[in-house]
């Protein structure tokens, strides 16, 4: 299995810029989960799906849109990218929270809008 | 809506002294979660709280949960320079849909 897999791992972007960061699991996941992480301020939901079709938003969604068509990819669009968007990003994917279940991260993706 | 607050946000400490971090959360949540981060890196798993009263241990780091009092804690003993790295807590919020985390508490340990 590989887990969760995230690409691209860095990328830089320009003012105005759009881009998809891309996000899928192996294991069969019902719950995905989009997060932002600024130095010093811990990890902020952006936008979470609890299966294919359905997605909600989270603490922090403006300038982002996810889709979700199948199990396995949850993939996350900036549109008109912002210096205020530059940041380290982290996909998550977790069973349904029950019993001993833990979420498992991918390894981020570092954007930079200049 | 959950919030989740750790302290402290910054530790520093000797090798082979103890310490406790602290995870408050607002509001109910049926299990509490503790990951590690090292620098430049993604975040791992460390335990998964589930009941009042939980109590979980790895090697130098054990973990509890006190849901009356809406608080975890991560207690360290011995600390060696290997357990180095930013600690998360988070709670489940949204009917348990949503995972929300705590600041991270940033642990340097030194000889």
């Known amino acids: 299995n590989a887990g969760v897999t995230q690409t691209p791992k860095f990328r830089i972007l320009k003012i105005g810029q759009s881009m998809t960061l891309q996000c899928a699991q192996d294991m069969n996941h019902n719950y995905m989960y989009w997060y932002r992480q600024d130095p010093g301020m811990g990890l902020k939901l952006i936008y979470y799906?609890?299966?294919?079709?359905?997605?909600d938003k989270g603490e922090v969604p403006n300038g982002y849109n996810v889709s979700r068509s199948t199990t396995e990819d949850f993939p996350l669009r900036l549109e008109l990218a912002a210096p205020s968007q530059t940041s380290v990003y982290f996909c998550?994917?977790?069973?349904?929270?029950?019993?001993?279940?833990?979420?498992?991260f991918g390894q981020g993706t570092r954007l930079t809008v200049v | 809506e959950l919030k989740v607050e750790q302290n402290p946000l910054f530790l520093s400490m000797q090798e082979g002294k103890n310490y406790t971090i602290y995870c408050n959360y607002s509001?109910?949540?049926?299990?509490l979660y503790w990951y590690r981060q090292d620098p430049g890196k993604s975040l791992e798993s460390l335990f998964v709280?589930?009941?009042n009263g939980a109590v979980k241990q790895e090697g130098r780091l054990m973990a509890s949960l006190d849901t009356k009092a809406r608080l975890s804690t991560l207690h360290i003993t011995a600390a060696v320079h290997d357990l180095s790295a930013t600690y998360f807590c988070?709670?489940?919020?949204?009917?348990?849909?949503?995972?929300?985390w705590g600041l991270g508490t940033s642990l340097a340990v030194n000889p």
């Open positions: 799906s609890v299966g294919a079709g359905i997605t």
């Open positions: 509001t109910t949540s049926d299990r």
């Open positions: 988070a709670g489940n919020a949204g009917n348990n849909r949503k995972l929300i």
């Open positions: 709280l589930l009941s």
């Open positions: 998550a994917s977790i069973f349904p929270p029950t019993g001993n279940t833990e979420a498992f």
